[in-house]
């Protein structure tokens, strides 16, 4: 199992795609995700000149061990280009493995334990009504959870809401960083009408979800998560900015509504305080950042012990080869929560064929040997890389702000 050759291939099909390819003397392959929205040719940077010359010649079935070397043998421990470059290559080893085992992943991991993976789709409007049709439409399509995302009054443009009705957002939407302007207390007021209209139109049992994106403070972020209670959500994600883990001792103190964290996190050590007090119910990092499956498996282990789920990261700036592997992920690990969903484009799902389908608001995971996700090389150069920023957020004064 000797690894002979391993490259990145940059592609994109209507956004920017990294994706490594490790080949074993057998001729075995396994393909890994190493995008990071935004930052793409940093990555690319680091595996070709760090990471592959020290691949080649390796003993591909040597999964923990690879890890190790390229985690701590960098000495540079962390950090998202870092660990997007090792998830990379754990997850195109674990596919290379599950292959030579011909066993689709989940069963390498410890075999099924569920049926199907419940996912939750983005309903985004420029108003209250225009997200209730966006919500309509999914409830249409199967979905029992939804993310709501509404344009609110006096702010021109909110990331992560579509600009016309019926469109999907892209994250990087520009060449350059748009800039945006927020308003922390127009945004405030408005939320808890939006959810109040979601939970009289369509009742108490789908389940409902909305992201802040870091954008309030602890003190605004639990009045908001108790302004919310009535409309009982699955979840309010990234409500404040989390390198102070600390913050979410206040908020919790303040709310019952579930949190949930983690898609910028990229190690166990930026969950620590987090789950060992119990401050927040699920888990966010996707496998294509958190160092693949070897370390988010060590995650969702130690969220497990505190009732912590998971809820894996799965926005269009993941690639396919990052959800197909999720879906593994997800349908074995025995805390799952669910699993973010925002299709694809059909020139991406060309250039990354996948044998995972959605079903009645579910993934439901494939059979193949491996992760269930290739790559089309060819299709793949027809589409050269793009600059792409995701924006900026500035407060009505100017000044820069999270977002
Ligand atoms: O999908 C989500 O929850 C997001 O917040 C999307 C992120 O902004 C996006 O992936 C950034 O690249
Ligand atoms: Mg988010």
Redesign the pocket.
């Known amino acids: 199992m000797k690894i002979s050759d391993a490259y990145v291939i940059v592609t994109s099909p209507g956004r920017n795609f990294v994706t490594l390819k490790i080949v074993t003397e057998s001729g075995t392959y396994g393909i890994g995700d190493a995008t990071l929205?935004g930052r793409e040719m940093a990555v690319v940077a680091y595996l070709e000149e760090h990471v592959i010359p020290a691949l080649i010649g390796r003993d591909a079935s040597r999964i923990e061990d690879i890890w190790h070397y390229l985690y701590r043998g960098a000495y540079w421990r962390r950090g998202p280009v870092t660990m997007a470059a090792v998830s990379a290559v754990d997850l195109a080893l674990w596919d290379i493995k599950a292959k030579a085992a011909c066993m689709p992943l989940y069963q390498l991991l410890g075999g099924r334990s569920r049926e199907r993976v419940m996912t939750y789709a983005h309903c985004t409007g420029r108003d209250i009504e225009g997200c209730l049709a966006e919500v309509e439409k999914h409830v249409k399509l199967g979905y029992r959870a939804v993310r709501v995302q509404a344009g609110v009054p006096g702010i021109p443009t909110i990331y992560?809401v579509a600009k016309n009705a019926g469109e999907r957002y892209e994250?990087a939407d520009a060449e350059l960083p748009a800039e945006h302007v927020w308003s922390t207390e127009k945004y405030l007021n408005h939320v808890p009408k939006l959810f109040a209209a979601v939970r009289e139109r369509f009742g108490d049992e789908l389940h409902v979800l909305h992201?802040v994106?870091h954008r309030l403070t602890p003190i605004e972020a639990a009045r908001l998560g108790k302004a919310v209670e009535p409309y009982h959500l699955f979840w309010l994600?990234d409500c404040v900015p989390a390198e102070n883990q600390e913050s979410f001792r206040l908020i919790r103190q303040h709310t019952t509504t579930p949190l949930a964290v983690g898609?910028v996190f990229n190690s166990i050590h930026d969950y620590r305080e987090l789950l060992e007090n119990q401050w927040i119910d699920y888990i966010r990092t996707p496998l294509s950042h958190g160092g693949g499956i070897t370390h988010v498996r060590r995650i969702a282990d130690l969220a497990g012990l505190y009732h912590v789920r998971t809820g894996f990261?799965g926005?269009t700036?993941l690639s396919p080869v990052c959800l197909g592997a999720a879906i593994h992920f997800d349908t074995w690990v025995p805390n799952f929560g669910i699993q973010?969903h925002?299709p694809h484009t059909s020139e991406t799902d060309a250039v990354f064929p996948h044998d995972y389908r959605f079903e009645d608001g579910h993934f439901l995971v494939g059979e193949a040997p491996g992760h269930g996700v290739d790559i089309d090389e060819a299709l793949a150069k027809q589409y050269p890389y793009k600059r792409a920023s995701?924006p900026v957020n500035r407060l009505e004064d100017g000044t820069l702000w999270h977002w």
């Open positions: 929205n992560g994250p992201d994106h994600e898609e990261h926005p700036d973010e925002m995701l």
